[in-house]
């Protein structure tokens, strides 16, 4: 879709100056851009921007913002329409702080709605076109030959369309369930991009403060939203580490450490090979004082914990994994429990007959 709506970063600068650090630009633009795409697809929209020539006024940059299908289902007024709220809605979320808001989020979902209307009326259109396509192609198909006719083979063949209904149906990203709240300022994704963006600009201090706004093609532009450096520190994250997570694992062990000492182990584990601490000093002794042996294909059923953290575009990554205890070592179908296993096994049984007895009173 070809419109002159924009989006605008506006670049407050000391001493009315209109030049900035190209670096420090670029960084930003890709860490905002990265963003509000990411916000708009979860919102169930792909949309792409094209750049535009910066003016002075401090420094503003400009994008174009288009979808990234073909919109002929809806009109010029409604696609711009729809962009503007998809926008306007990923400006409010940006700038939202890191936290709980039942307002941004309602309006997250009703956005969310929308766009999933627009994309229903964009599959309905295909299909259409598509079955148009087949009639015309049939009428076009050459008929049977007469007994009298050049040899079969040298007729053209016109291709069968394949069947796309199924594709064309295709749900845009979203939610699984449309009532559920997105809560997308509270995003991993949009809180290490909005951390990436103003960590570049606390470090500048040409920038006195930032702001956003939207510009529809035919209407009003939207208030901009000015950031003042005072609060740029406030939407730096204080860590990139991520909680643990624990997870009840088969892992299968390729290689044993059998010596004191903190050298870690080796295994497979969801299909991929891990080097792990073992955790389980019981378990591990036994190992190093050969009570334990392994041999190929000996496996260990455990509870496994996964340390991550957020890399540069946001996503969890895992840094580290650790076995904290081991319940039982598996080999050629023989299953051997350890100490720390049965007393989970007993523990587990103690708390299923408390429940029991509970609902008996109840």
């Not at 709605?113 to 295909?126: D, F, G, Q, V």
């Not at 044993?256 to 991929?272: A, E, S, Y």
């Not at 496996?299 to 996503?315: H, Q, V, Y």
């Not at 100490?339 to 029991?356: I, K, L, M, N, T």
């Amino acid at each position: 879709m070809g419109n002159g709506s924009r989006l605008e970063v506006h670049y407050y600068l000391t001493d009315d100056l209109h030049t900035m650090d190209a670096l420090v630009r670029n960084r930003c633009e890709a860490d905002f851009l990265a963003a509000v795409a990411y916000i708009a697809e979860s919102l169930g929209a792909r949309v792409h921007f094209e750049a535009t020539v910066p003016t002075e006024g401090g420094f503003r940059d400009f994008w174009q913002v288009a979808f990234d299908k073909d919109n002929r289902a809806m009109s010029v007024n409604a696609l711009v329409a729809l962009l503007t709220l998809l926008i306007n809605q990923a400006v409010a979320t940006w700038n939202a702080p890191p936290r709980p808001n039942p307002e941004l989020e309602r309006q997250q979902i009703e956005i969310n709605h929308l766009t999933a209307k627009h994309m229903r009326l964009e599959n309905e259109r295909s299909e259409l076109e598509i079955k148009k396509l087949e009639r015309d192609l049939a009428k076009t198909e050459t008929p049977a030959p007469l007994a009298s006719s050049p040899d079969v083979s040298e007729r053209t063949v016109v291709p069968k369309i394949p069947d796309q209904t199924s594709a064309s149906r295709e749900r845009p990203k979203g939610n699984a369930d449309e009532n559920q709240p997105l809560g997308l300022q509270m995003d991993p994704k949009v809180n290490k991009r909005r951390s990436n963006f103003y960590k570049q600009l606390v470090t500048y201090e040409r920038v006195t403060a930032v702001g956003f706004r939207w510009l529809p093609e035919n209407g009003p532009p939207s208030t901009e939203r000015i950031v003042p450096r005072s609060d740029f520190n406030g939407y730096l994250l204080q860590t990139d580490v991520l909680p643990p997570e624990t997870f009840d694992a088969v892992v299968e062990i390729v290689s044993p450490v059998i010596t004191q000492g903190d050298m870690l182990w080796k295994g497979r584990w969801n299909g991929q090979t891990i080097s792990f601490a073992m955790d389980d000093k019981a378990f591990k002794a036994e190992v190093i004082y050969k009570k334990m042996a392994f041999q190929h294909g000996d496996s260990i059923r455990c509870e496994l914990e996964t340390e991550r953290k957020l890399d540069e575009g946001g996503n969890a990554k895992v840094t580290a994994y650790r076995v904290l205890t081991v319940y039982e070592k598996m080999a050629g179908g023989e299953v051997q429990e350890t100490p720390q296993g049965r007393r989970r096994r007993h523990e587990a049984r103690y708390a299923d007959s408390q429940a029991d007895m509970f609902r008996d009173a109840v």
